[in-house]
């Protein structure tokens, strides 16, 4: 029985003692690989490692994160090259590496923990300008590299503000969860943004109660399924010192799905907004849905819009992707709008649709099957004040309403669209379609 006890407390040494200078080994690994997995997906990242100096128990290291060529620096560029000059900013992680089996070196610092893994880090953030100037982020960026090489890490920001060159920004505790497994590709994440907020003079930007939470899977395809909840409370713009908008409340709830090949999604979001100077408030309820679509022709059409960058060519896009949407059309999908409500001061627009496009053979598809194989309805509803408003600005719009495509109903005014093997009715009247002129 003795021997037994001297021999686990044995094991135990080794664990503790001897496993940091391994586990380091491999620590290092999982943090350079979850790194470099991160640009691979963003595409537009290019991770260094400038230094990795290893220690028994513990290690230190610093990692570059820049912006190389492509949309993301295009956009940049043209956003805030006054501010960046001609270089762009590069992000600094400094990290701080406990590793072994059994970190305890880690019980010396903040968010220490003896849970078994490769490591558990702690990360600062910098920005580095082409300037050379270094301005230091707030917060920490606390990790722990499992044994299968999966990285959960939590950036945690206490309250706090800062001044810097006559604006002012200040901020509430925030939490943001991220898991990270370079193996899979899956990635899930969490966050809770407390208040947030900038003020420059007289112009301010406010946001308070940011919740959002979800999880992503890479496909075959090159397209992330997976989910998204987001919910904010309040925000609030002000220019001048006056109100100019923002929102009361704000929410997300996305889902995408693969059933053999068969890309599906549906995205739930409801916005209502706070007083826009002489125009006053409004809201959006929306519901839409995607069922069936070719999983291999989106991706490849999001691949072929993401190369052309920011500003492509209208003529030279349809060229490229013409191909790629040919698939994805004879291939067939269902695209729904079961909920889609504006309200306005003058009363909430209606709006359902329904889109069913059916599949073919993609050898023999041409545009003009289109115009004969699709199914649609859309149900349309438009207060009788918006419409008034409408003829006041534009007579011509009186027109909509003398042929009948909007129909007065009490207070509304309404239509019902339907098309089907190349019939199209309004509000029962069958409306003729120049086939004939279609090439």
Known sequence: MKKGIVALLVLLALVVIVSPAIMGRLAEKSVDENLNWAAAESGDLVVTSEAFDR???????????????????????????PVYGDEMPVLLINTHLDHGLIPVSSMSREKGS???????????????????ETIDIPGKIFSKVGLGGELQSSYVLEAGSSAQDGGEASWGPTEIDITTNPSSGDVSFAGNIGTLS?????????????????????????????????ELDTMSVTSGGAQAGGLKHMSVDGTTTLDDGRLSGRTLLEMESQSIPQFGEFSVVADISLDGAD????????????????????????????????????????MRLDQFDVTLPMGTVKTKLDISIPEEDAATFEWTSLMIGPEASADISVPEALIDMALQMSPEAGAVVAMGFLQKNGDVYEMQAEYEKGLLTINGAPIPIPFGAIQ
């Open 295 to 334: 999983a291999r022709a989106v991706g490849a059409l999001q691949q072929a819009l993401e190369a052309q960058g920011t500003n492509p060519d209208p003529g030279q896009l349809f060229a490229t992707v013409e191909d790629d949407l040919k698939r994805l059309l004879a291939a067939g999908f269902e």
């Open 198 to 230: 900038f003020t420059d003079g007289a112009d301010s930007l406010a946001i308070d109660g940011l919740v959002f939470s979800g999880r992503q899977s890479p496909t075959k395809f090159g397209i992330p399924i997976g989910d998204l909840k987001l």
């Open 55 to 81: 220690g028994w128990f513990s290690s230190e290291g610093q990692h570059r994160v820049e912006i190389k060529e492509g949309n993301l620096k295009a956009m940049l560029t043209t956003m805030g090259k």
């Open 114 to 132: 003896l849970s078994p893994g490769l490591g558990s880090a702690v990360s600062t953030l910098s920005i580095e300008f082409g300037d050379g």
